[in-house]
């Protein structure tokens, strides 16, 4: 056989196997389309089913996301509302001086009224956490003080704070308001 006729009977081979890879193809069409056809009313009911139940998560993802919103905003705009209610026995004992000190224009019980009320306002701020930052005679901290200025002292050693000119405050651990103080210096040598 020659090599010519060889490739003739491949080439005829070839092409009956490609005819029946076609034929076998369309059956297979034919078949899958009545298949698809056949399940489209339940495809259609399925579709409908999950894209009702899609619009109602998103939906109720609107609603939460709108109500967290609204008790976020509640929450904030009554975040104070503890702390308003525990300073008003203090409000009214500044009341009650002021109109002691109308009344009687006595000094003397007029300081020992404010000292009461110093008390109960410091002891209500304590309560919620804020503390003094003990600054006198320690070493100058740049996280906790605000030097005002330099004072040349013989008998502390520099960086001590020598006086608190304001108090500086932690609100729990975290510093709320730096102490400003006056800071010792090393003397001018002459």
Do not use: C, W
Request: hydrophobic share 30%; proline share 3%.
């Amino acid at each position: 056989m020659t090599k010519s006729k060889k490739e003739k009977i491949e080439k005829e081979d070839h092409s009956e196997n490609m005819k029946e890879d076609e034929i076998t193809e369309s059956t297979k069409e034919e078949t899958g389309t009545e298949t698809i056809e056949a399940k489209k009313p339940a495809l259609k009911l399925e579709y409908e089913r999950l894209n009702d139940r899609f619009l109602r998560k998103v939906a109720e993802f609107e609603n939460y996301k709108r109500r967290t919103d609204s008790e976020r905003a509640e929450y904030f705009s009554f975040a104070n509302q503890k702390i308003i209610g525990d300073l008003l026995p203090v409000l009214d004992d500044f009341e009650r001086i002021l109109k002691a000190y109308d009344d009687k224009h006595d000094s003397e019980s007029l300081k020992k009224g404010v000292e009461l009320v110093y008390e109960k306002f410091s002891g209500i701020l304590a309560k919620y956490g804020l503390k003094e930052i003990d600054s006198d005679g320690k070493e100058f901290d740049v996280n906790l003080h605000e030097a005002l200025f330099q004072q040349p002292d013989t008998e502390k050693a520099p960086n001590t704070v020598l006086a608190t000119h304001e108090k500086g405050y932690y609100l729990k651990d975290k510093v709320l308001r730096h102490a400003k103080v006056i800071v010792s210096a090393k003397p001018d040598e002459k």
